[in-house]
């Protein structure tokens, strides 16, 4: 008799994309099962199938879902959830006409939470971001990228990596960290901006690469990201500190066209980069050229809809050119307070025309892949990491059909339960 660590039962519906990464038309493919049971041994699934299949088995530990829909746990590829202080008082600017250029310019912006996390110590980086991880946990995310960049000197940005590492290491979500250190000009570079871009190319790059060495927790390269747009960094700057950054072994990601292409995206693509993020401006000839690539157009619909723009991702066009889209929250104190993947997609299934299934998927299998760990999450199949979001709905249609309340009942990371909705406990 076939025996697992744990055995999930009484799915009432599991939906799941599959291979990654799913380019174009592919997107909208997705795996159902109605009254399924999933078995897991070490944190992996060993067995997947309907109830009737797995009935024979027995385990150390039955799980009853109770009937809820069964997910891939959400991937949020692109965060900056690791920052002190916060930015509601820029809200309120905002609403009253600030843009966000004019918040910048006048100091506030990412310079306001620069000033908060410089002052903040590695305990209180770790106290203020831990409640934000465990919402995006409560919310279904099981995997998550968090990026530094709010400390814009060699000094903190280090903290903000040591912070991050305590996490991962005391948090049941999984972390996938990215150096952001080329987020903005700081204010002491305001009328140098090269000698920025020196001090992250000759100082921060060596720093951070010879901190990882040192590292235990990640097997993988880490990642450098760079907010290439008008006000930050221009491409020939960005090359510069991306062509470093290559050479020191880091994997490459760029924040770009959130305002204006400047010529980001062929940038990423020539570097071959994991990814391009928000792409709001993006013009046909670039989205051409990134559809032809294995670099990740990645969606950050929080982002527009919450400065109030009415401008998103050309998503429909990355898809019809069979590119690879994903989602993520781009949760930060600033643009997107969002830890609610849900909430991502259901403002990417209104505004930037994708169907449910095209959503899950880019919020699980091509968010895995936009941070290489489509291996390993992202999906539910045999020898996957037993992921899993149980949500209260009754097929996966529901995930961006409805918004404002959170449809997660259980979370289940590698096997084990690490959050279940005391409202949601008894249907």
């Known amino acids: 008799m076939p025996h697992a660590d744990q055995l999930i039962i009484n799915i009432g519906r599991l939906a799941t994309g599959q291979q990654a990464p799913l ?37 150390d530990q039955v799980i009853d879902a109770q009937g809820y829909l069964a997910i891939p746990g959400f991937v949020d590829p692109h965060t900056h959830a690791c920052y002190a202080g916060d930015r509601a008082h820029e809200f309120e600017l905002r609403i009253k006409g600030a843009s966000y250029s004019e918040l910048m310019a006048a100091g506030g912006g990412i310079m306001s939470t620069v000033r908060a996390t410089r002052a903040a110590s590695i305990a209180e980086l770790v106290a203020q971001t831990r409640p934000r991880l465990d919402q995006l946990l409560a919310h279904g995310t099981t995997t998550v990228e968090i990026k530094t960049g709010y400390g ?35 204010a002491e570079y305001r009328d140098n901006p090269e000698g920025f871009v020196d001090l992250v190319v000759e100082e921060m790059l060596p720093a951070v690469a010879a901190w990882w060495q040192q590292q235990t927790i990640w097997q993988e390269p ?40 400047l010529g980001g995206t062929p940038l990423a693509v020539e570097l071959g980069a994991l990814s391009v993020d928000h792409l709001v401006a993006t013009p046909p000839e670039h989205i051409a050229i990134l559809a032809q690539s294995e670099t990740v157009g990645v969606s950050l619909p929080g982002t527009p809809f919450g400065l109030g723009k009415s401008q ?67 999906s539910l199949a045999v020898g996957m990491q037993a992921d899993i979001a149980l949500l209260n709905l009754p097929d996966e249609r529901h995930i961006g059909y409805k918004f404002g309340t959170n449809p997660v009942a259980m979370v289940i990371k590698a096997g084990r339960v690490v959050h279940q909705s005391q409202l949601r406990a008894d249907r």
């Open 312 to 378: 998103f991702s050309p998503a429909r066009s990355l898809i019809e050119a069979n590119g690879i889209l994903a989602l993520a929250t781009d949760c930060n104190p600033g643009t997107s307070p969002c830890e609610s993947m849900p909430m991502a997609i259901a403002i990417g299934c209104r505004y930037l025309r994708l169907t449910p299934a095209e959503a899950l998927n880019a919020a699980t299998v091509n968010s895995a892949f936009a941070i290489r760990q489509h291996e390993r999450v992202g």
């Open 23 to 59: 380019r174009g038309p592919n997107l909208a493919q997705l795996t159902c099962l109605d009254q399924a049971a999933i078995a897991v041994q070490a944190g992996t699934i060993v067995a997947i199938g309907s109830q009737a299949e797995l009935s024979a088995w027995t385990a």
């Open 222 to 261: 880490l990642a450098c990201d760079i907010f290439c747009e008008n006000g930050a960094f221009s491409v020939a700057q960005s090359q510069r500190i991306l062509l470093k950054a290559k050479a020191l072994g880091f994997r490459l990601k760029l924040h770009v066209d959130e305002f204006e292409p």
């Open 152 to 186: 814009l000197d060699t000094a903190t940005e280090l903290t903000m990596l040591e912070a991050i590492a305590e996490l991962a290491q005391t948090h049941p979500i999984g972390i996938v960290p990215t150096f952001m250190g080329a987020h903005a000009i700081p």
